[in-house]
T-cell receptor, first 112, second 112 residues
Framework: SQQGEEDPQALSIQEGENATMNCSYKTSINNLQWYRQNSGRGLVHLILIRSNEREKHSGRLRVTLDTSKKSSSLLITASRAADTASYFCATDGTGTASKLTFGTGTRLQVTL | DARVTQTPRHKVTEMGQEVTMRCQPILGHNTVFWYRQTMMQGLELLAYFRNRAPLDDSGMPKDRFSAEMPDATLATLKIQPSEPRDSAVYFC??????????FGPGTRLTVL
């Protein structure tokens, strides 16, 4: 079963614009991780944000986490055509048997 | 740069045949996951291990799928007998407890 739900399902923007993707989840988490997947390829880890963190940056990526609303957002600034991919959030739940559960993904298309 | 490796990368087989997929997790990672990705179901968690012990395999069809970690450097996923509905990309992933989870390149399985 899916823990996270990404919104929107698909996003089309022009190069240079910012892209924002949102993720909502249902249960308590230890951390939340964002991944990128290019068509036909594997998943690339982008960033991990822990439950006691509110914001994290990595290059052109900015991730926020609001545990009270059980939601996270991924912002890609100054997008490039190479950012075209599907983006997934994954939650690492609490407890000794925590596991990484994925959302449904946002498909981002960046056009020239 | 340490990576998760998977073999084979592609497998075409006939219905009823046994399929074994292998994964070498990143050295030092104590949590290993098996996921399956299809267009219809997205990323599904099949099984995962911590310190080589199976923690949850509720996502696997028990009658035909089995997952093991014979040692810390090898995880296997076996399907016997295979069926056309098993056609998918199977990913192995590993990570330290509570840390970033890295994915392998996947095994693309086609069952005819």
């Amino acid at each position: 079963s899916q823990q996270g739900e990404e919104d929107p399902q698909a996003l089309s923007i022009q190069e240079g614009e910012n892209a924002t993707m949102n993720c909502s989840y249902k249960t308590s988490i230890n951390n939340l991780q964002w991944y990128r997947q290019n068509s036909g390829r594997g998943l690339v880890h982008l960033i991990l944000i822990r439950s006691n963190e509110r914001e994290k940056h990595s290059g052109r990526l900015r991730v926020t986490l609001d545990t009270s609303k059980k939601s996270s957002s991924l912002l890609i600034t100054a997008s490039r055509a190479a950012d075209t991919a599907s983006y997934f959030c994954a939650t690492d739940g609490t407890g000794t048997a925590s596991k990484l559960t994925f959302g449904t993904g946002t498909r981002l298309q960046v056009t020239l | 740069d340490a990576r998760v490796t998977q073999t084979p990368r592609h497998k075409v087989t006939e219905m009823g045949q046994e399929v074994t997929m292998r994964c070498q997790p990143i050295l030092g990672h104590n949590t290993v996951f098996w996921y399956r990705q299809t267009m219809m179901q997205g990323l599904e968690l099949l099984a995962y291990f911590r310190n080589r012990a199976p923690l949850d395999d509720s996502g696997m069809p028990k009658d035909r799928f089995s997952a093991e970690m014979p040692d810390a450097t090898l995880a296997t996923l076996k399907i016997q007998p295979s069926e056309p509905r098993d056609s998918a990309v199977y990913f192995c992933a590993s990570g330290p407890l509570g840390g970033p989870v890295r994915f392998g390149p996947g095994t693309r399985l086609t069952v005819l």
